[in-house]
């Protein structure tokens, strides 16, 4: 019976051994289920090498500008349109406040439509010409041997000449005196480059030269936006546009033949298309409103609106006189780009590498690129005639600078009786049969110091126009 106790104990003791055992791997085997996801996730992102890293990348401002978001809102770049446009941007290179700030920002509207215009002759047909080249190079070659035998570089001087002789011992002289006038050494690693020998290295260049020429007509912007901000440089941009429409309202005010007139749309009345400079919302409109405009009117005519404005020196009326014909000047130089144009549009770049290893493990490099880009327009004389100019002023908001603005308005009626006008002006002068008796004076009054005031053709009434 002891014998047969002692084997019980033996067994109870290996049961509780193996009911250990047991419970250590059920626990175990729970934990790993719990944890092979996480090890698995973890797993996962250490060995998936392909795994896609999100990049924030900031957007950069400047390269595109409001011009190029309005056509794109308008859907006016969709080619089966018939009207092509273009966006050009120019910067108002003064700060507000400058005293040719009001005639830069001029400027920058001007450097905006030869942008355009450049754009439209590279988009009409572009002559490019293109110049690429890669080379490796390793070592030096050796000088070319002369005829005996000798190295080009070295000097073959005839010594069996005394003369000759007799010069080499000058040469000699004037080496030792060359030498003592020598630069000092190098003391930095990037002059020593200079003098250190070349293994090989590598050079490339690229260059690409185009030019476009064209005649251009009718061309006229479709959008005008400006941006100012004190104490930093502005930007003007606009969307130019070509049609055949406008070509055809070119040909009319230069064959001054209103049948190239092309049939129009009714619009509004002329008066609602120019803003009223009486209003705040007007001299908003008007302070942003630069070159030539193509309207309808209500009775389905084209209008031409140039539009154009000059800096005034002071507010004295002298100088807002000059500014208005400065404005003037330039609506007018608009109008006849609009009526017809040769225009030029020629670029150069270049981009260019030049590497070297030297032999003391050291390395140069050289690279950069360079762009040249010209764009003019050449319009030779012709008659304007019916276009009709008037005027508006304001303070610039920004830089209270005065401002002069000019509106030049074209249209076939204008047009019509300018020209009817001429005729009437070149008549033969009949001699006269009976003089005029009567005649008008003009009579001035003086109210002391104060200043002088005065009239003239008090008689005249609306019946003698």
């Known amino acids: 019976m002891r014998h047969l106790s002692k084997r019980k104990i033996h067994f109870g003791i290996s049961d509780k051994a193996n009911c250990k055992r047991l419970c250590c791997a059920v626990s175990v085997a729970f934990a790993m289920t719990l944890l092979a996801p996480k090890l698995a996730l973890a797993n996962e992102d250490v060995l998936d090498i392909d795994a896609e890293v999100e990049l924030k990348l900031e957007p950069l401002d400047g390269i595109t500008t409001v011009c190029d978001d309005h056509v794109e809102a308008k859907g006016w770049n969709d080619p089966t349109k018939p009207f092509s446009v273009s966006v050009g941007m120019g910067i108002v290179l003064v700060e507000p406040g400058h005293p040719n700030y009001i005639n830069e920002r001029q400027n920058a509207y001007d450097k905006a439509v030869l942008e355009a215009k450049g754009n439209i002759l590279e988009a009409l047909r572009a002559k490019v010409a293109r110049q690429v080249s890669t080379r490796i190079f390793a070592g030096n070659f050796p000088e070319p041997a002369t005829d005996e035998g000798a190295a080009a570089s070295v000097d073959n001087r005839d010594l069996k000449s005394a003369f000759k002789k007799s010069l080499e011992v000058v040469h000699r002289e004037l080496d030792k005196e060359l030498a003592s006038t020598a630069p000092p050494e190098p003391e930095t690693a990037e002059e020593a480059d200079d003098i250190v020998a070349t293994l090989g290295g590598e050079t490339f260049n690229n260059a690409v030269n185009t030019i476009s020429r064209e005649m251009l007509i009718g061309t006229s912007r479709g959008f005008v936006a400006e941006t100012s901000r004190k104490g930093k440089k502005g930007e003007v941009c606009v969307v ?41 919302k007007g001299l908003m409109e008007l302070l942003t409103s630069y070159g030539v405009q193509i309207v309808r ?5 084209y209008a031409v609106i140039s539009y154009a404005q000059a800096g005034a020196k002071s507010s004295s009326q002298l100088m807002l006189k000059a500014a208005k014909e400065e404005a003037l000047a330039r609506a007018q130089g608009d109008l006849r780009t609009f009526m017809g144009e040769i225009a030029l549009k020629t670029k150069n770049s270049q981009n260019y590498t030049n590497y070297k290893e030297l032999a003391d493990g050291g390395e140069i490099y050289e690279g950069g690129s360079a762009l040249d880009v010209a764009i003019e327009s050449a319009s030779s ?22 401002i002069a603005g000019a509106i030049l308005v074209w249209t076939p009626a204008s047009m019509k009786k300018s020209q009817d006008e001429i005729n009437a002006n070149n008549q033969p002068i009949k001699k006269a049969t009976n003089p005029a008796k009567n005649s008008s004076s003009t009579r001035l009054k003086s109210n002391g110091s104060v200043g002088i005031s005065g009239s003239s053709g008090a008689s005249t009434t609306e019946d003698d126009f």
């Open 240 to 280: 130019m546009v070509t049609s055949d429409n406008l070509r055809n309202v070119a040909r009319a005010i230069v064959s001054q033949d209103p049948s190239y007139l092309p049939k129009a749309k009714v619009g509004k009345p002329l008066s609602q298309h120019i803003p009223n400079p009486k209003t705040n």
């Open 297 to 301: 009117d209500e009775n389905g005519n």
């Open 381 to 402: 004389a012709l008659d304007i005639v019916g276009a009709k100019p008037k005027f508006w002023g304001v303070k610039h908001p920004v830089s209270k600078q005065p």
